[in-house]
């Protein structure tokens, strides 16, 4: 039984803020998508499964051409509410003193980079279209969100480690789905994976399958991008040497597990279901 509920692990708030958010997208005739912490709270809790870790940010993505309708988007946001701060793609809506973060992808990006009008500001979206491309729906509060499927958010948090390792709990969001995946993706490796069976170990069956299981839904983002492909196989292929990764180093020192043996078996299982055929 869960015991703890999406507002006390995230956003008391979050129908005042999508309230808007939605309203806005719509006149502007761009798609939103929830991400980040909230988008895994919300997707996990759907599962049956609690988040260890909660957060008050909320974080979404738009789909948007250019940096005048982004402009524009963020300008109408003021209007209805939110106030401005030093970040660009950050406002606060007063009503709640509730943190967004608006992230922009799709025309808006060059190679991979959204420069916002200041042109001091640079926001690296690598990997974003390709996951936002698999979004699922879910209803929640009274509205259909679009949100990155769980492999998705672990390959922007894998991404985002990358570019910044201060940024720990990416770590800690990554390791919790590992954790738990496999209660999410059961179904689909007895219906199409027993054949890996033997190749696993029985007494970490659970969080090894689950490793498989999300190498293959990692496959199914990334084959379409030949870049963001060999960015995840190096960010993974770094976990795999003799000595631990930054990663492996991170999961060990917060006794995630117990030995970088289990540690280097999980990403090698990522990394065969990513290669999978």
């Known amino acids: 039984m869960l015991e703890k509920t999406y507002k006390e692990l995230a956003s008391l708030h979050f129908k005042d803020v999508f309230t808007i958010i939605e309203e806005v997208c719509r006149n502007h005739g761009i798609p939103v998508y929830l991400i980040g912490a909230h988008a895994r709270i919300l997707l996990m809790l759907k599962e049956g499964l609690e988040p260890a870790r909660g957060t008050k940010d909320i974080d979404f993505a738009i789909m948007i051409p250019d940096i005048d309708s982004y402009d524009s988007f963020m300008s109408d946001l003021i209007d209805m509410g939110f106030r401005k701060v030093n970040e660009p793609y950050r406002v606060i809506l007063d009503k709640t003193n509730t943190v967004v973060d608006i992230l922009p992808f799709g025309q808006i990006e060059e190679e991979g980079t959204v420069k916002f009008t200041d042109r001091k ?132 020192q917060q006794n995630h597990f117990d030995n970088y043996r289990t540690v280097k078996r999980i990403f090698s299982l990522i990394s065969k279901g990513i290669s999978y055929s």
């Open 121 to 252: 500001t640079e926001l690296s979206v690598i990997g974003m279209e390709e996951v936002l491309d698999k979004a699922i729906k879910l209803e929640h509060e009274g509205f259909e969100i679009k949100v990155p499927p769980l492999v998705g958010i672990i390959v922007l948090k894998l991404i985002s480690w990358d570019e910044k390792l201060y940024r720990t709990k990416d770590l800690d969001d990554i390791y919790e789905i590992i954790r738990d995946y496999f209660n999410v993706a059961n179904d689909e490796f007895y219906e199409k994976y027993t054949s890996i069976l033997d190749e696993l170990n029985e007494e970490d069956f659970m969080i090894e399958s689950g490793a498989f299981m999300i190498g293959i839904g990692i496959k199914n983002i990334i084959e379409e991008s030949s870049y963001l492909k060999q960015k995840i196989i190096e960010i993974i292929d770094k976990e795999l040497g003799e000595e631990p990764g930054s990663i492996g180093e991170y999961f060990l």
